[in-house]
């Protein structure tokens, strides 16, 4: 894969919800699989939530909860639920996988006086979901929607037809100043937002008719580790060793 520009673990936004209260923010970068973490905390009550963990990098992120002085609530993965008692994994309903806590679309997860409205964003898979702050300044968009570009739908029950209605209906909807953070990115990119998404991105401005033909036709590889990867999403990141 692509090598990212900006691979620092930690990397410190600035947000505020509506209220005016500062959220905490942190961007980290799992480089193998070019994957985005994010983790996100109430800066008074202490409390905090982690989107899209690697297995891999649980370890790290771990330790900045540690260090932050933050309680983790909630995470999609079942080890950092071993590495910080009291957290609870959580997955979609739709995704099948075994967790603590199942969402569906219109769930909110609390943490201090913040909240992330679960809007079910499938298309790459069945149980894809894009978290979106109460306030709508910022969405976390999975493997839904990309940094000008989008999941792909040829494996793991994929439908591009069905991801091209989630987009645009649960996420093109949002302000168009509504920062979307994704789950990966293989340019080094980082951030963008919903206006951006829905005037430049090259797959998504067009037809429905004509983007299901593209992701039809994009031949991808097969993704490395998919073999062991979709078996441990189905149990919320536990992975069973080969035989």
């Given amino acids: ?5 900006l691979r620092v673990a930690g990397r410190q936004l600035s947000q505020h919800s509506g209220s005016g209260v500062p959220i905490l923010l942190r961007q980290m970068f799992e480089p193998k699989s070019c994957t985005y973490t994010y983790l996100l905390g109430d800066r008074e009550s202490r409390e905090a939530i982690l989107i899209d963990p690697v297995l891999e990098t649980a370890p790290r992120d771990a330790q900045l909860v540690k260090e932050l002085g933050l309680r983790l609530l909630y995470a ?7 590495l910080l008692p009291g957290c609870q994994s959580v997955i979609s309903r739709l995704s099948g996988a075994q967790a603590d806590l199942h969402i569906e679309d219109g769930d909110s997860i609390h943490f201090g006086r913040f909240a992330l409205e679960t809007r079910a ?6 149980g894809c979901v894009t978290f979106v702050l109460n306030d709508h300044s910022m969405a976390f968009t999975g493997d839904a929607l990309l940094i000008r570009g989008c999941g792909r739908t040829d494996f793991q ?35 963008s937002t919903v206006e951006e998404e829905r ?10 008719e004509e983007f299901v033909k593209v992701m039809d036709n ?3 590889p097969k993704p490395q580790q998919i073999d062991f990867a979709v078996p ?12």
């Fill in 1 to 5: 894969m692509a090598g990212a520009a």
């Fill in 76 to 82: 999609g993965q079942w080890l950092l639920r071993s």
């Fill in 121 to 126: 964003s499938p298309g790459h898979t069945p």
């Fill in 157 to 191: 029950q994929g439908c591009a037809k069905t991801l091209y209605h989630s987009v645009h209906e649960k996420i093109f909807t949002l302000p168009g100043d509504c920062l979307i953070y994704p789950a990966h990115d293989y340019r080094g990119l980082t951030v």
């Fill in 199 to 208: 005037t430049l991105n090259p797959r998504l401005t067009l037809s429905c």
């Fill in 218 to 220: 994009l031949n991808l």
């Fill in 232 to 243: 441990a999403n189905m149990r919320c990141g536990i992975q069973t060793p080969p035989s």
